[in-house]
């Protein structure tokens, strides 16, 4: 090799054994740019002529991950115009690693840390693949996570090794990340390695055992495990994978999935070359689309951001939390103390008596298990976590501790009240922090001595499954809490969004212009039906009106009293939203407040289970052949969120772009092909101009509430984006 731009280095030893070890000078980890095309194509070269002095191949990496998959940022770019090109690199890409494959010497992939998405299509593109299990490595292929495929081989060669309902279903739909010993058991990798020597060890031994080797497809009489369409068997039971993604989907539009269905259908009926090319045209429709790169931006550049901690205050030492007290072990307590727990983290579980203590307790030793029976974990471990919790009604017993994460029902002086009990007992500068989901940071705060020790930590139920913690800083909140709860929600592998303090913060209050915004076209008299299913196909993992009866509909009436008291007394005037009446009349005539009261929009069984519409909403609401457009539903749920997070920007509670999509992501429900609140504004058609018309003309529908704010007009007219410069 002697091009100066290599990023993979020939080191071929005395037996003929040729390592070809990945390691991009220019970078941190490898990925699939113009370098590694104008290399791979080099070695397929040299390889080729150099043949009969090679006895196998091994593919290893010198980073700590193996290989790390496209180079996203390019990505991003990619425009139509750029069509071409990407699929030309791909191939181009793809016919060097084929070159290598097809050599007639035995290709093995030692696999030394993360294989995500091109870093395992160089592994499938390998005869015989050897994982280090090192703690944290993933192995996978996660494309349909950020809107793509792995166009790599890597749904040809998936199709090819496990067929195509287990390619489909264990790798390729949902993107599944297996560690080494889960994708052992999962036929993605044939061996697993305890250290680097005994994984090289392994390839060495792979390649002396079979001097002349070929991929299973490559051998005369090869036939796709399990199948394919054009056997009569197979094809009987193929409508259900359309059905299957289509339920999974809501109908909401991922063109990821579809794809992916069809490159790997089409791909199993022709040769291997043939469906290769597939591939790359699926893969290149998805690439130049909108939502690839809305979902790129989301789930790799805004969650690194967030998680990286650029909104944490520089300059402060992280520390661990070691102790943590949570006062109240209901529903919300239980889970936080099950979080933390499982983070290692000792927690002093208080409740008003023993009983209820302990009975948040048992919510750990029920999930733990689940576990257990699942073999998620093994009885040690969880044997270990539980003994972490003790649940107690002393307060004595929260000595020592240098958090607190109270939960007590929402009620502020019930809140001052416990943290003036514990305040004096946990250690003298141990972090305040409060669980409140609408209470205003600022004035619980007036609770306490050491104000700029007292945050909100913002938890979603359930806890446990729930990715995100909104961090609420009050106005004379410390930098210094503000860091120290950034790091305890690392700590516990959740995800910190900050906001500064304000009514609903950001979260519960973007959620509840969704919620309005449905329940306000059902008051106007279109088929409920209707409503429920413009969410569903708008992305949103629940329906708008099964939504608001299980938070109930009794909560919304207390916020939004509490809030026009708060703006009434402020000198404002109150502007009753139209899903006000609606609400009102569910609930003082016809008694309905929703799942916990047994009667909501929808009917529930004695078991609580929710049965079908309640038919006295067309009776009552419904105008019969009272229609609007189906795509106007939906933009009145998705903008009526884009434009209070655009207001709530100019208001200065929310101060970072990257915070607000992974928000209303992970924390409410927007759906994620959007890339969040505001990047769905960013891709929308048109860009910002194209957007602000948009709500000009919902504005003028369907109310003044979709009036585009200042900011999102000055930024239109600039031509600018919505962007955190960092
Ligand atoms: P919950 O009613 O399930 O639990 C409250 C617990 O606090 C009960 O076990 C009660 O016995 C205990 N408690 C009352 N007084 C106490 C005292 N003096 N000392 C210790 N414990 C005491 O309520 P939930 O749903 O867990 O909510 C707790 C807090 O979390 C509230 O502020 C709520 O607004 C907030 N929150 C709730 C969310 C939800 O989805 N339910 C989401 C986010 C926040």
Aim: hydrophobic fraction near 40%; glycine fraction near 10%.
């Amino acid at each position: 090799m002697s091009t100066e731009s290599t990023t993979i280095r020939w080191e071929q030893d005395d037996t003929g054994i040729v390592t070809l070890v990945l390691d991009d000078p220019n970078q941190s980890a490898n990925t699939m740019n113009q370098a590694f095309k104008e290399s791979i194509a080099a070695i397929a070269e040299r390889a080729e002529a150099e043949k009969d002095s090679i006895r196998g191949v091994i593919y290893t990496s010198a980073k700590k991950t193996f290989f790390a998959g496209g180079d996203l940022k390019d990505m991003m770019k990619a425009g139509p115009e750029d069509a071409q090109q990407a699929f030309e690199t791909g191939v181009a890409i793809k016919n060097s690693l084929r070159r290598i494959e097809t050599l007639g010497k035995p290709v093995v992939a030692a696999i030394n840390g993360a294989a995500l998405g091109g870093g395992y299509e160089i592994a499938l593109a390998s005869h015989h693949r050897v994982a280090l299990d090192a703690p944290g490595s993933k192995i996978g292929l996660p494309e349909v996570t950020l809107g793509l495929l792995p166009a790599g081989g890597g749904v040809t060669r998936t199709v090819r090794l496990m067929g195509i309902a287990d390619a489909l279903l264990k790798v390729l739909l949902q993107g599944t990340q297996y560690s080494p010993r889960r994708a052992l058991e999962n036929g993605l990798v044939h061996e697993v390695a305890a250290t680097r020597e005994e994984m090289l060890d392994k390839a060495r031994a792979f390649i002396d055992a079979n001097p002349v080797s070929q991929q299973p497809w490559d051998k005369p009489g090869y036939r796709i495990p399990g199948g394919t369409p054009s056997n009569p068997k197979f094809a009987a039971n193929l409508p259900a994978f359309p059905a299957n993604l289509r339920k999974q989907l809501g109908g909401a539009p991922y063109p990821a999935p579809r794809n992916i269905l069809a490159a790997a259908v089409e791909g199993s009926q022709v040769d291997f070359e043939t469906a290769l090319t597939i591939e790359a045209r699926y893969f290149t429709e998805l690439v130049t689309g909108q939502t690839a790169k809305n979902m790129i931006q989301a789930f790799f550049f805004d969650l690194q951001a967030v998680n990286s901690g650029a909104n944490r205050p520089g300059g402060i030492e992280p520390r661990q939390v070691r102790r943590v007290a949570v006062l109240g072990a209901g529903m919300m307590g239980a889970g936080i103390a099950y979080s933390c727990a499982r983070a290692g983290i000792d927690v002093v579980l208080k409740d008003v008596s023993p009983e209820a203590a302990a009975k948040g307790k048992g919510y750990s030793e029920e999930l733990c298990a689940k576990a257990v029976a699942r073999g998620r974990t093994t009885q040690d471990k969880a044997d270990a976590l539980l003994a972490r919790i003790t649940p107690t009604a002393e307060a004595a017993d929260l000595a020592g501790c240098d958090a607190v994460i109270e939960a007590v029902f929402e009620d502020p002086a019930l809140k001052h009240k416990v943290f003036q009990e514990i305040e004096h007992i946990v250690e003298p500068d141990a972090l305040l922090c409060s669980n409140t989901s609408t209470l205003p940071i600022s004035a619980l705060a007036e609770g306490v001595e050491r104000e700029p020790d007292f945050i909100g930590l913002h938890f979603f139920s359930p806890v446990d499954k729930m990715p995100l913690v909104e961090i609420i800083k009050g106005e004379r909140t410390g930098d210094e809490a503000l860091a120290r709860a950034f790091d305890l929600v690392r700590q516990i592998n959740k995800t910190p969004i900050v906001v500064n303090d304000s009514r609903g913060f950001f979260t519960s209050r973007v959620i509840g212009h969704f919620i309005n915004e449905g329940v306000a076209m059902v008051g106007e008299g279109i088929e409920p039906a209707s409503v429920e299913q413009a969410a569903a196909q708008a992305g949103y993992p629940a329906k708008v009106l099964s939504l608001m009866d299980e938070l109930t509909l009794t909560l919304p009436r207390k916020i939004r009293n509490e809030t026009r008291r708060a703006v009434e007394e402020a000198g404002g005037t109150w502007t009753p939203h139209p899903a006000e009446a609606v609400i009102d009349r569910m609930v003082d005539e016809f008694g309905r407040t929703g799942r916990s009261g047994g009667a909501g929009f929808y009917e529930y069984g004695e078991d609580g289970k929710r049965g079908r519409l309640w038919p006295g909403l067309r009776e009552h609401f419904t105008k019969p052949g009272h229609e609007i457009p189906f795509e106007d539903m939906q933009e009145r749920m998705l903008f009526s969120e884009a434009l209070d997070t655009v207001r709530l920007l100019e208001e200065g509670v929310l101060t970072s772009v990257a915070d607000a999509n992974i928000g209303s992501i992970f924390g409410i429900g927007f759906p994620g092909w959007t890339g969040g609140v505001l990047q769905y504004i960013n891709g929308y058609d048109g860009g910002l101009p194209g957007f602000t018309a948009r709500a000009r003309e919902l504005a003028e529908r369907y109310g003044e509430r979709f009036t585009p704010p200042a900011l999102l007009v000055e930024k239109a007219e600039k031509g600018e984006r919505f962007t955190d410069a960092r």
